[in-house]
């Protein structure tokens, strides 16, 4: 099996990994949108333009099964890829859900959703949870965490000060939604600042799991993993060889 | 007289203003980018391309003159869009460096350039500078302070720190050159991290005076400003609204 995964940027590298380490495939084709990341900031509608550029690239190649790893695209776009595509294409929001429902055993459980501008817009997360009965549900847009774990800060006073500013009115919250691929970099720091007590939700995690529960069998040998990019293709392989 | 303004994406405003402020035209075009800002990541063949598309877009309008208010732009593309252009462009390296090398007596002053990872490879301020002979010059990227502006964070703590985290080994230098539109909308506290003590050159500023310097007539009256995006125009002329 061959399995696409679609990103802005390098960011669903963070799934990407999960997939290495959890194998589905043989193989995995790897495309970041680097020339004209980020999407989180930018409207619906050029989302599924270049959601659906996205699926004319991966014609190039036989794969069995499309990820899009950006919940950005998860949230907007995945009904017009589907139409374009002739495989099946899986986003990180409705497995995100679906592994957050299987820990949580109450409905009054808080639960914190942090993503970008674009994806708390969608109220795709929100909508969802509401859906099975959540009722503590607080969404925010935390956009800044992402140029920070791309310029390569996972630690430190920066990154404290930057959750302090978007977490200081918040309570310790349940389980927090890692809602955007960059965020489980700085999964260590985010639980921390809570005292280490929220449940996090990690896209990467979630569709492995997700994609068993679909009977996706697992495999034995490590898969091969091929990257593209619309811009600079080198820059992206050399931050997959950090973070794979 | 119809100038265009050409930006990645919000940035280029700080540029408009200069010329509202101190008007040279009846009327300023502006074009922002958005659907694939922030070109100051990307790689020089992408930002090329951009600027290429740009020219394209103002071939829709019978502009006198073109200004590129982003900084990476002028670092890279110049040369090309004035092969396709039939008006004059300037960029902002140019003025900005006149703009400093008329307030600097001494070329031993110490000048710090700050910028976008891609305008500070392009070693475009560092090189001009050095042929005017200046010898102590300090050129970083940080990056990071252009989605803290995007964000309006103009003051306090999270801006503090993220100064410190680039400024904390630098000491404290004659001159800054703001290589980044959106940095002078934050010129007040870098002055301030370094006791008030440097001259800033500020491009909008800089490119108003070297366009006087070249014979453009000042004008009496505001001009019109009409503003277009490739993505999301109402956020652009919303942030405008804020900031012009």
Redesign the interface.
């Given at each position: 099996m061959k399995i696409g995964v679609f990103d802005s940027g390098a960011g669903g590298l963070t799934v990407a990994k999960s997939l290495i380490e959890q194998p589905l495939s043989k193989e995995i084709i790897y495309y970041g949108d680097?020339?004209?990341?980020p999407y989180g900031?930018?409207?619906s509608n050029?989302i599924i333009r270049y959601a659906l550029e996205a699926i004319e690239f991966f014609n190039n190649f036989d794969i069995d099964l499309l990820i899009t790893a950006c919940n950005t695209v998860s949230a907007y776009a995945l009904p017009s890829m589907r139409e374009k595509a002739k495989y099946p294409i899986y986003g990180v929001i409705e497995p995100g859900i679906w592994a957050l429902n299987k820990k949580l055993s109450n409905k009054d459980a808080k639960i914190l959703i942090i993503a970008t501008r674009a994806t708390i817009n969608s109220a795709r997360y929100q909508d969802e949870l509401k859906e099975l009965g959540y009722k503590n549900i607080n969404a925010i847009q935390t956009?800044?965490l992402?140029?920070?774990v791309?310029?390569g800060?996972l630690e430190g006073?920066?990154l404290e000060?930057?959750l302090?500013?978007y977490f200081k009115d918040i309570k310790t919250p349940d389980a927090i939604i890692l809602g955007c691929t960059h965020f489980p970099l700085i999964s260590k720091a985010i639980k921390s600042y809570f005292n280490n007590n929220p449940i996090l939700i990690h896209s990467g995690e979630a569709i492995v799991e997700y994609l068993h529960n679909k009977n996706y069998k697992s495999l034995e040998n490590t898969p091969t993993i091929n990257i593209y990019a619309?811009?600079?293709v080198q820059?992206l392989r050399e931050i997959a060889n950090k973070w794979l």
């Amino acid at each position: 099996m061959k399995i696409g995964v679609f990103d802005s940027g390098a960011g669903g590298l963070t799934v990407a990994k999960s997939l290495i380490e959890q194998p589905l495939s043989k193989e995995i084709i790897y495309y970041g949108d680097t020339a004209r990341v980020p999407y989180g900031t930018k409207d619906s509608n050029t989302i599924i333009r270049y959601a659906l550029e996205a699926i004319e690239f991966f014609n190039n190649f036989d794969i069995d099964l499309l990820i899009t790893a950006c919940n950005t695209v998860s949230a907007y776009a995945l009904p017009s890829m589907r139409e374009k595509a002739k495989y099946p294409i899986y986003g990180v929001i409705e497995p995100g859900i679906w592994a957050l429902n299987k820990k949580l055993s109450n409905k009054d459980a808080k639960i914190l959703i942090i993503a970008t501008r674009a994806t708390i817009n969608s109220a795709r997360y929100q909508d969802e949870l509401k859906e099975l009965g959540y009722k503590n549900i607080n969404a925010i847009q935390t956009g800044m965490l992402v140029p920070i774990v791309e310029e390569g800060i996972l630690e430190g006073r920066v990154l404290e000060e930057m959750l302090h500013y978007y977490f200081k009115d918040i309570k310790t919250p349940d389980a927090i939604i890692l809602g955007c691929t960059h965020f489980p970099l700085i999964s260590k720091a985010i639980k921390s600042y809570f005292n280490n007590n929220p449940i996090l939700i990690h896209s990467g995690e979630a569709i492995v799991e997700y994609l068993h529960n679909k009977n996706y069998k697992s495999l034995e040998n490590t898969p091969t993993i091929n990257i593209y990019a619309s811009d600079n293709v080198q820059g992206l392989r050399e931050i997959a060889n950090k973070w794979l």
